[in-house]
Structure formats: structure tokens, C-alpha cells
């Protein structure tokens, strides 16, 4: 990457201080872009779920993992759970959606409180493993909630074979005009679902899968306690990337804690932040850390610039930091701060290997939490930030008391958010095809063909806050 005319700025920049310069290009389509990351996690896609309970659990771990990304698993969930959400997630399907089972004497309430999480907007009704019928939200509309879904299923669903290929399943969809599809193995028996948009995005992504094909996730330990236990355990759970995450890197906790992990032996990356600095970068690779995480600060649910004027602009952060990593043989992910497809790309063109998003996956159907609905009728999911009042207090549940209170006095971060769900795109696939078809349309114009071309003839200019303003779309003339 380059600065337009070679000029260095004098000062620290954020995403929307920059803009990328159309060069020569050879690449014929987007789809000949090679979005795969080489940072060692086996990921297709250069995308990471944060590790914010709000957002990173076994559902979203699926689907991301599905198109090619990868979801850290929080540090504040037990191990034995944990577990369970790897073995679970590397049992998926790699092409087939993981459906919501209902049996025939099942209430048309209990579809309704269920249905909502998935974004295919559907349950299927099975009996003894077979599926029998498929219960979608308009079929519950003005019923009474005590009727059985067998009462308002559609008894013949379109079905597909375990082998069948997706363009095929999308065929069979499109003539039944039906939503979706069940897929049942030789038996009969459910396997999954399929939607329309399902089988294209199963010839379009690749699944980030380990080498026994099972969907690859990592997971997260904190800098203090047994961090060579908790590292262990994970690590025997299956988990193909270690994260030890700590607001503020560059101590001597995050050191010592990189060494009693890298004392294992893993045989899986270590990524390990966040810092800043070159400084930062050298001192956490040094300890043993794969991967390091670059950024203090740009976050939507963290106060932490606000409270105590800590941080540094993002863009000018991960550039920095990832050409020290770089010169080191490790890599960096930017983790924060994007808000559109555009600061992805920038992201990746300062060289970063992948890009965590946090807030901007809080409002899907895949996120953890419940689905609200506000006074206006619009859909919503509550996040809170690592820090916050909230994720403290869920941190030191089986501390005293007094302790709890006493921690509790210096929390940072937004305790409760309403991240609202995206009507034409509310499922964390729709964005991952949003920021997809962003980033490869940057590599065109640039004339890449990978993320490391990207990152190679990048060239960017600095623009005025009237020059951010100039891009963005109207959605009313003026």
C-alpha cells in the first residue's frame, strides 16, 4: 500500500479519512477474486465474529463458518459449554442450514417464539426424525396459539437428497415456488434445510472446514487466572484458533499469559491483543502471538476514548501495526470500527489478514440474543460492550458481593444497545454478502486478484470530512 503522490500524513487517520484510487485493473469479475486469508486459521473469508457475548454463539459460529469466516467464542463462558458449542458447530452440515424441530403436537406459540431465530423464517415438523411438514410465520398468522402445527404445516415440503447439489436444489425451489427445502439423508431422516439463497451462496462461498470437514470456530481466554489450564482445555475441545484477549495488550499480564499458552505447543494460531503500536505489535509477536489484534477504542460499544482519551484512529493503527507484523512473520486483524463494506476493504488494503465485526452483527437473527420489538414495530436485539456494567457483572457472578459491587464502580462501555435488524437484510449471511461484494469490487478497481495484491497496489488518498459526505448515497434527491 501507498499514500497518493507518496505523501505521509501528518496525522493519525480513521477510515473515513481515506478513499482508495481506481488502478489498472485485469480482473474480469469480482467472483475471480480470491478472498481466502493467510493468517494461518483456515479461513476462506477475511472476517471474524467478536468475541461479544452478545453476538458470538453457537448459531452465529455456524453460519459464519458456513460462508468462510470465523466466530470467536467469549471468554466469560464456561468450559464444559464451551465444549459443547464446538463439538456442536463441527458437526453441522457444511451446505445444509440447521432447521428448527417442531413435533406435530407442538403450539403454533411455541413456532412463533422459535421461528424468529432463524433468518429462513421457518420450522420443520418432524416425527420419529422425518420430517412431515413445514410451519413458516405467515402460516401462524391469526391462529390461535394454542392450535397444533400440524394443523397449519404444509404436510409437502420440496425434499432433497443429502448429495444433491445446490444448483439443483435451487432448481427444485424455484418450480415448487416454495421458500425452501428439506434435505433428509438415505433413511429419510432430516438433515438440514436449504433455501433459494442458500444453494447460490453454496456455489458462490467455500466453508471455513478443518480437516476432518467439520466447521472450524475459536475461542477466547482472558490474561489472568490458570491461562495454560483454560488454553488447554480449549484446545483438547477442538478449537482451531486461540485468542487471548485483553483491553490493554501491551502489559506484562498479556506477555506472560502468551507464554504459558505458547508453552503448549498449539497447534493451532494464537492471536493475542489489542495494541496500537508497532511497539505493541513487536512485543506481543515476540511473545509467541500468531496473529495480533489492532485496536483501542473505534468500537460502537466501547467508551473507552471517551473516558479516557486512550486509543488511535483505526486505519492509521492497523496500517502500522500490520507492517511491523509483517517484517515479523505474523499477521494482524482490525478489530473495530467498520461500519460499511468501504472500511473492510481499507481495512484488508493496510494490511490486515481479516477484519472483526462486532456491533454490525449484533442486530441479525443469528446473534444470541432475544428478538424485540419497539414501539414503532421494528425488530431488535440488545448488545452490550465487553466491559460494560452488564458483562462485568455477568463476569464476577460467583464473586462476593462486595467485590462485585467494587468492580463494578470502573466498568466501561454501553450496557444495553439496540442494534436494529436490517429489513431487506436481517441475517448475518445478507451481510456477509453486502461487505463481500464491497470488498471484491475494491479488488477490481485495484487490479487484485487476493488480498495480498490488494494490500500490494492499494493506493490512498486522504480526503476532507465534505469529500466522505461527496460518496455517500441519497436516499431522497435533494
Known amino acids: 500500500m501507498r499514500f497518493l503522490d507518496d505523501t505521509t500524513p501528518p496525522y493519525d487517520l480513521t477510515y473515513n479519512d481515506v478513499f482508495m484510487v481506481p488502478r489498472h485493473s485485469a480482473i474480469a469479475s469480482r467472483y475471480d477474486v480470491d478472498l481466502a486469508t493467510t493468517d494461518g486459521t483456515g479461513a476462506t473469508l477475511p472476517l471474524v465474529v467478536a468475541n461479544m457475548t452478545a453476538i458470538a454463539g453457537k448459531r452465529m459460529a455456524e453460519t459464519v463458518a458456513r460462508r468462510g469466516g470465523l466466530t470467536v467464542i467469549p471468554q466469560d463462558i464456561p468450559l464444559p459449554v464451551v465444549a459443547d458449542v464446538v463439538r456442536w458447530v463441527k458437526s453441522r452440515h457444511l451446505v445444509f442450514d440447521t432447521p428448527i424441530e417442531l413435533s406435530r403436537h407442538q403450539t403454533v406459540a411455541e413456532a412463533l417464539a422459535l421461528i424468529p431465530k432463524r433468518s429462513h423464517r421457518a420450522a420443520v415438523v418432524v416425527e420419529n426424525g422425518h420430517p412431515v411438514g413445514v410451519v413458516h410465520e405467515e402460516d401462524c398468522a391469526e391462529v390461535d396459539r394454542f392450535a397444533q402445527v400440524q394443523h397449519v404445516m404444509n404436510p409437502a415440503p420440496v425434499t432433497i437428497a443429502a448429495h444433491t447439489h445446490p444448483r439443483e436444489a435451487f432448481d427444485a425451489i424455484d418450480a415448487a415456488h416454495a421458500r425452501l427445502a428439506v434435505a433428509v439423508d438415505v433413511d429419510g431422516r432430516l438433515l438440514g434445510v436449504l433455501t433459494r439463497t442458500g444453494a447460490l451462496r453454496a456455489t458462490v462461498y467455500t466453508p471455513a472446514a478443518d480437516e476432518k470437514g467439520g466447521l472450524r470456530i475459536a475461542a477466547a481466554i482472558g490474561v489472568n487466572g490458570d491461562v495454560g489450564q483454560r488454553a488447554s482445555a480449549l484446545l483438547e475441545a477442538g478449537v482451531d484458533c486461540l485468542v487471548v484477549d485483553t483491553a490493554h495488550g501491551h502489559q506484562d499480564r498479556m506477555l506472560e499469559a502468551l507464554r504459558a499458552v505458547r508453552a503448549l505447543r498449539p497447534s493451532v494460531p494464537v492471536a493475542a491483543g489489542n495494541v496500537v503500536s508497532a511497539e505493541g505489535t513487536r512485543a506481543l509477536v515476540e511473545a509467541g502471538a500468531d496473529i495480533v489484534k489492532v485496536g483501542v477504542g473505534p468500537g460502537a460499544m466501547c467508551t473507552t ?42 481495512a484488508l488494503a493496510a494490511g490486515a489478514s481479516s477484519v472483526m ?23 431488535y436485539k440488545v448488545s452490550f460492550g465487553m466491559a460494560s456494567a452488564r458483562a462485568v457483572a455477568n463476569r464476577t457472578s460467583a464473586e462476593s458481593a462486595y467485590d462485585r459491587a467494587r468492580k463494578g464502580l470502573y466498568e466501561e462501555g454501553i450496557s444495553s444497545s439496540r442494534m436494529y435488524l436490517d429489513r431487506a437484510r436481517p441475517g448475518v449471511e445478507d451481510l ?13 478497481y485495484a487490479g487484485a486478484a487476493s488480498l495480498a495484491e490488494l494490500h500490494e497496489r492499494a493506493e490512498i488518498g486522504i480526503q476532507s470530512t465534505a469529500g466522505y459526505q461527496e460518496g455517500r448515497p441519497l436516499a431522497t434527491s435533494w
Do not use: K, N, Y
Not at 515479523?328 to 467498520?338: P, Q, S
Not at 465485526?357 to 425488530?379: K, N, Q, V
Not at 461487505?435 to 471484491?440: A, H, P, Q
Open 357 to 379: 465485526i462486532g456491533s454490525w452483527f449484533a442486530g441479525t437473527h443469528e446473534s444470541p440474543g432475544d428478538l424485540m420489538i419497539d414501539s414503532d414495530g421494528r425488530p
Open 432 to 444: 456477509i454478502d453486502e461487505i463481500c461484494s464491497g470488498v471484491r469490487s475494491a479488488c477490481t
Open 305 to 346: 476514548r471517551m473516558m479516557t482519551g486512550v486509543g488511535r484512529p483505526q486505519f492509521s493503527a492497523v496500517l502500522e501495526c500490520a507492517t511491523t507484523a509483517r517484517e515479523l512473520g505474523a499477521h494482524v486483524w482490525a478489530d473495530g470500527g467498520v461500519r460499511h463494506p468501504r472500511d473492510v476493504a481499507l
